[in-house]
């Protein structure tokens, strides 16, 4: 099945319901935002901790690279947070 179709309605109507579309897309959104996060982590991460490309890594770079990403984490859960428990949120 591809990522844009969806299963056949059980209600006996012609279309997928907005529920499931929604549903779908919110799956889609998701997979996105975690793809781009992963990425950004990545390069940040790389760049930032890496110093001599080679076959592994040393002592160092591994402990970097965990603090980095530890990082990045915490701090996109602080915005999630401030983000959706803000009072003031309003959607245009």
């Known amino acids: 099945m591809d990522p844009f179709s969806s299963p056949a309605p059980s209600n006996g109507s012609s279309g997928p319901s907005t529920e499931a579309l929604?549903?779908?897309v919110k799956a889609?959104?998701?997979q996105a935002y975690a793809e781009e996060f992963l990425e950004t982590v990545r390069s940040k991460?790389?760049?930032?901790?890496?110093?001599k490309p080679g076959t592994g890594l040393s002592g160092s770079e591994s402990?970097?690279?965990?603090?980095?990403?530890?990082?990045?984490?915490?701090?996109?859960?602080i915005i999630g947070q401030a983000l959706f428990n803000s009072p003031h949120r309003q959607i245009k």
Request: charged letters at 25%; aromatic letters at 8%.
């Open 28 to 30: 889609q959104l998701a």
């Open 45 to 51: 991460c790389f760049s930032k901790c890496i110093t």
């Open 22 to 24: 929604m549903d779908q």
């Open 63 to 77: 402990s970097c690279i965990s603090r980095c990403v530890e990082r990045y984490i915490e701090a996109t859960r």
